[in-house]
């Protein structure tokens, strides 16, 4: 067809678009075995307390490393799985061994750091609830130390989502709204919902020495503030993005000014 067309430009889209086309097919085929071959794994990065510096807790980052195209980040992979369906293993698995791994580290004396993992719209269904209690029961972890980070975008099926935040904020599960501030649902879920946490996107951390971002965070941490919330604000690479959070009151951060994502025995070993 490449021929019918000519050679130049359309050749050379076509050919851009098959190589990603196939690549996402390879994805989604090999995603299926990931999970028995042991190709994912978690890695953890620390939330801090911004005035003291003292770690938090961690949030669990998930990691394929594939056979043979190497590590691929979950910002490629999580949509695909959630085209497929897949995600709902993916993310039962995610959740078990989270919870096993920081129970583990709980074990090791580091005490009562607190676990946050990230949910996906797509696993927002009907059974949630009962999965995230069985693992809790199964690994031991204190629901009170785990936090489930969800998005704003998780509004697509609005009275099961509901539903099923208030039976895990039964459970004594946390509830954080993560990358708060990109999504367009915030103050209605913030209002009817039990949310514990707020966690300011990155990309107006990014430019927090500009004006008009610094008076939305400003605003952003007011409102959790007075909401009672805990702020947490991500991506924090600079000292100098660190001291206007600190000038604003934001009480948590994360971010590779701190620490990098790092795997458990990393965090075991420290
Ligand atoms: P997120 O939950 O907003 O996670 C924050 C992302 O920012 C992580 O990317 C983290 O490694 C990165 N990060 C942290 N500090 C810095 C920094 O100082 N600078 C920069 N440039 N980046 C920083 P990661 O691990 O690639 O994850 C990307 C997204 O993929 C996550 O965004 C989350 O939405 C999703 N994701 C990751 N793990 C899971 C999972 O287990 N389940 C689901 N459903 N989604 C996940
Ligand atoms: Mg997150
Ligand atoms: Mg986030
Ligand atoms: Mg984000």
Request: glycine letters at 6%; aromatic letters at 8%.
């Amino acid at each position: 067809q490449a021929k019918v067309l000519g050679k130049n430009r359309y050749y050379f889209f076509d050919e851009n678009l098959n190589d990603m086309l196939m690549r996402r097919m390879q994805l989604e085929i090999d995603l299926e075995k990931s999970i028995a071959e042991n190709q994912l794994f978690l890695v953890y990065q620390p939330i801090h307390c911004l005035d003291t510096g003292k770690r938090r807790g961690l949030e669990a980052l998930l990691r394929w490393k594939h056979p043979t195209l190497g590590l691929i980040s979950p910002a490629e992979f999580i949509p695909i799985a959630e085209d497929t369906g897949q995600i709902h293993a993916i993310g039962e698995w995610v959740m078990r061994t989270a919870c096993a791994e920081i129970k583990q580290l709980q074990e090791n004396g580091m005490t009562g750091s607190l676990i946050a993992v990230n949910v996906s719209s797509k696993q927002m269904e009907e059974g949630f609830v009962t999965i995230v209690k069985e693992i809790v029961e199964e690994t031991g972890l204190d629901p009170t130390c785990l936090e489930l980070e969800i998005t704003e975008s998780m509004m697509q099926n609005v009275d099961t989502s509901m539903q099923i935040i208030h039976g895990l904020h039964e459970l004594g599960v946390k509830i954080a709204i993560d990358d708060f501030g990109t999504g367009y649902s915030s103050f209605y879920l913030l209002r009817d919902l039990p949310i514990d946490t707020i966690k300011i996107d990155k990309a107006f951390i990014d430019e927090i020495d500009n004006e008009k971002s610094l008076l939305i965070v400003k605003t952003m941490i007011d409102i959790g503030l007075n909401l009672d919330l805990r702020v947490v604000s991500e991506g924090i690479e600079h000292e100098w993005q660190l001291e206007a959070l600190k000038e604003l009151d934001c009480d948590l951060g994360q971010g590779y000014l701190f620490d990098k994502p790092m795997p458990i025995d990393e965090w075991i070993k420290k």
